[in-house]
């Protein structure tokens, strides 16, 4: 299935394709804070449409996620892998999912 998604103000856009049937919900000091749900999908399934100048790049801890956040509104509706090929997606950004129909699978990335 085709998905599109992005930012808040419109200025980040993407889509992907891919079979949302899980997300996870990371409980390390990023994600939790900013609420993301999070799904992978191989760069090569990844494309982004727009915005690549509105795009800030944010590292923590061992730096292997590219957090990036649209300079213009702050959401972060995407990363990319560092050291694998998975874009990682922010499911809150997908247009049209309804979020209370797909089951969360925790994951400890505190501990990490």
């Known amino acids: 299935m085709k998905y599109t998604g992005g930012c808040h103000c419109g200025a980040v856009r993407y889509e992907f394709e891919g079979e949302i049937g899980e997300v996870l919900e990371c409980n390390c000091s990023h994600c939790s804070k900013k609420g993301m749900l999070l799904y992978f999908v191989n760069k090569d399934k990844f494309k982004l449409l727009s915005g690549v100048e509105n795009l800030k790049e944010y590292l923590f801890n061992k730096k292997a996620i590219r957090h990036l956040f649209c300079t213009t509104c702050g959401t972060q509706a995407h990363a990319e892998g560092v050291f694998f090929p ?14 209370s129909t797909l089951p969360r699978k925790p994951f400890n990335g505190k501990d990490i």
Do not use: E, H, Q
Request: net charge neutral.
């Open 86 to 99: 998975k874009a990682c997606v922010n499911v809150r950004c997908v247009d049209g999912i309804d979020l």
